[in-house]
């Protein structure tokens, strides 16, 4: 029988991936996990032959999490199941120890690829992915800069390019106003800008986020 664990916080998605591992996988165990405090004591309860996790989750630094998972239970077997750009986070998760990068929007038959894939100790590595692989390895590529940012800082930027505010991000993560106002000012010397203008432009030339 195999254990499922899904964490995600929109009920929704958990019930739909629930029943499509149910009917894939006969008596299939599936455990819910609604954020990232859940979810480590699911884990700690259970050994699981995969998790699927998001990753903009309320209250839920997804890196540190999977960073916990990495250390913690180094053979758990975690797929990252999001609507969140894999151009931009799939190569970082995969680096922090996430078997494959799947789009919630992917087509169901490539869903039931990447789970298979990953069940089975392998990898999964989509088009899209590759492509961005090959880029990478072609000798002449740019170096983008927001590589250069911490897991912190890369979730930062990403809810300041969505339009959140410094104490809107602050309540997301349980941080304080002027941590995040640091985060921030480091994230822009890094990044070689003076304002949110010239870091959507930056943004933009890198297709960050897109």
């Known amino acids: 029988m195999k254990k499922f664990l899904l964490i995600d916080d929109h009920v929704v998605v958990r019930s739909g991936i629930k029943m499509l591992l149910a009917d894939i996988y006969k008596d299939a165990e599936v455990d819910e996990a609604k954020d990232g405090d859940s979810a480590l004591e699911k884990v700690q309860k259970k050994n699981y032959d995969l998790v699927m996790l998001d990753i903009q989750m309320p209250n839920t630094d997804t890196f540190a999490l999977m960073?916990?998972?990495?250390?913690?239970?180094?053979?758990?077997?975690?797929?990252?199941?999001?609507?969140?750009?894999?151009?931009?986070?799939?190569?970082?998760?995969?680096?922090?120890?996430?078997?494959?990068?799947?789009?919630?929007?992917?087509?169901?038959?490539?869903?039931?690829?990447?789970?298979?894939?990953?069940l089975n100790n392998k990898k999964y590595i989509s088009e899209e992915l590759l492509s961005i692989l090959a880029e990478?390895?072609?000798?002449?590529?740019?170096?983008?800069?927001?590589?250069?940012?911490?897991?912190?800082?890369?979730?930062?930027?990403?809810?300041?390019?969505?339009?959140?505010?410094?104490?809107?991000?602050?309540?997301?993560?349980?941080?304080?106003?002027?941590?995040?106002?640091?985060?921030?000012?480091?994230?822009?010397?890094?990044?070689?800008?003076?304002n949110l203008l010239e870091l959507k432009e930056l943004a933009n030339s890198y297709n960050f986020g897109k």
């Open 67 to 118: 960073e916990n998972f990495k250390i913690n239970f180094p053979d758990l077997k975690v797929l990252m199941f999001s609507m969140s750009p894999e151009n931009i986070y799939a190569l970082r998760f995969m680096k922090a120890g996430a078997r494959g990068f799947i789009s919630k929007d992917a087509p169901l038959e490539e869903i039931i690829k990447a789970i298979d894939k990953v």
């Open 136 to 194: 990478g390895t072609s000798g002449g590529a740019e170096v983008n800069p927001f590589t250069t940012l911490s897991g912190r800082e890369f979730e930062i930027v990403s809810m300041l390019l969505s339009g959140k505010t410094i104490s809107g991000i602050a309540a997301i993560l349980t941080l304080g106003i002027s941590t995040i106002g640091t985060h921030k000012s480091r994230i822009f010397t890094k990044l070689k800008v003076t």
